[in-house]
Nanobody, 123 residues
Framework: QVQLVESGGGLVQAGGSLRLSCAAS????????MGWFRQAPGKEREFVAT????????YYADSVKGRFTISRDNAKNTVYLQMNSLKPEDTAVYYC????????????????WGQGTQVTVSS
């Protein structure tokens, strides 16, 4: 059974930082592209960042480029999202996802999804 478990969310002031983690089990982690998505209240889920299986290539939404960094540790079956210079508009539930193809994952078509972790940024 595949599980993706996010952690690290919380409440932070604008300008602060958080690091999200997503621990994967039940899949051959190193063969999957991994991604982070988010959904704010009343809005559709949106792409945040993805990383290919090797970790060598990353992609970011324009809204987070230069502030967020996605990384992965294949030895630990974990993907991370370092979020710096947080803004109130970053407030959302953040989801981790896995997909065999980075391009389709980035479009929101993931093979597996986590349950999400809440990130709240106060002004």
């Amino acid at each position: 059974q595949v599980q993706l478990v996010e952690s690290g969310g919380g409440l932070v002031q604008a300008g602060g930082s958080l690091r999200l983690s997503c621990a994967a089990s039940g899949l051959t982690f190193s063969t999957y592209a991994m991604g982070w998505f988010r959904q704010a209240p009343g809005k559709e889920r949106e792409f945040v960042a993805t990383i290919v299986w090797s970790g060598g290539i990353t992609y970011y939404a324009d809204s987070v480029k230069g502030r967020f960094t996605i990384s992965r540790d294949n030895a630990k079956n974990t993907v991370y999202l370092q979020m710096n210079s947080l803004k109130p508009e970053d407030t959302a539930v953040y989801y981790c996802a896995a997909g065999l193809r980075q391009a389709t994952l980035q479009r929101g078509t993931g093979d597996y999804w986590g349950q999400g972790t809440q990130v709240t940024v106060s002004s």
